[in-house]
């Protein structure tokens, strides 16, 4: 008898999606419009975007031209390849009264989904239109109680010169920053979002974006990017590639493997759709 006696491979990947997305602060933030069905990685998503179009002067009788259509396309490869592999001694689990494999099967979702929300805090704010980076890793801004809404503001206004829709706003901080916020007069605590506080990292709103808490931002020399970006600035496709319960033939034990690829995108008509500030030692 295999164990878990009730392993079923598709039960167990859906339940490992459970788990990778209502905790993770960035599936809050980025859009999933293009996932497709990607079944292994290397494969790709195909998406279509829109060229601008021209406004022209027009007289009353004028002869008018029409304008050949652009047809953009990006194509988001899926690069990322995550395994997790651990085995159980029988000897052990006939001691324990708990399902190890599956929770440690949980725990090793949980790992991945730090993982990826790395991956798609990287390809953000790599990806931002110079003319909305604040700062650098080099040089970066000191924030304090007294200046951090106004940070916050010109993140905002560099998003509505690059005529980013207001609404659907989102700022994804570190716990450093989270507390300089907590400690500001001008932040609003969103007592309403009530459980969904703690579930999803929402700490509130300030300066037209909801705020968000991660423990996963990315620093460079002890500095952090933080990343202001709407849902369509970063499109993410993922898929839980197998599961699978084994029992290895060289020894006395069960065991768990599982493959997850996933792939952040920044369109390349979206970059103005988020900025950057670089906090020193936040």
């Known amino acids: 008898m295999t164990y878990p006696a009730n392993f079923i491979p598709e039960i167990w990947s859906k339940k490992l999606q459970k788990i990778f997305d209502p905790n993770s602060v960035f599936m809050d933030v980025v859009n999933r419009d293009y996932e497709g069905e990607i079944k292994k990685a290397g494969d790709t ?20 031209s029409f304008e050949a259509l652009t047809d953009p396309m990006d194509t988001i490869t899926i690069a990322q390849q995550k395994y997790f592999a651990f085995k159980v001694d029988d000897i052990d689990k006939a001691q324990q009264d708990i399902n190890v494999l599956e929770g440690y099967t949980k725990r090793a979702a949980i790992a991945i989904r730090n993982k990826k929300d ?3 805090h990287a390809i953000g704010y790599a990806n931002v239109d110079a003319s909305n980076i604040t700062g ?24 509505d010169d690059q005529n980013c829709p207001m609404d659907g706003r989102h700022l994804v901080v ?26 999803n990292g929402k700490i509130g709103s300030v300066g037209g974006f909801t705020v968000h808490c991660s423990t996963n931002l990315n620093a460079s020399g002890g500095n952090t990017p933080l990343l202001a970006l709407t849902k369509d600035f970063i ?33 390349s008509n979206h970059d103005g759709c988020g900025a950057v500030l670089w906090a020193s030692g936040t």
């Open 136 to 159: 650098t890793s080099g040089s970066p801004i000191t924030l304090s109680t007294s200046n951090i809404y106004g940070y916050i503001v010109d993140m905002g206004k560099q998003m």
């Open 118 to 120: 790395q991956h798609i």
């Open 45 to 64: 998503v195909n998406v279509r975007t829109f060229g601008d179009i021209t406004i022209n002067d027009y007289t009353k009788e004028q002869t008018i």
């Open 235 to 267: 499109t993410y496709a993922d898929q839980v590639v197998d599961v699978e319960n084994v029992r290895p033939y060289d020894m006395f034990a069960n065991a768990v493997k599982g493959l997850y690829v996933y792939q952040a995108h920044v369109l």
């Open 174 to 199: 570190n716990p450093s920053t989270k507390a300089l916020l907590l400690k500001s007069d001008e932040f609003t605590r969103a007592t309403s979002l009530g459980d969904d506080v703690i579930q």
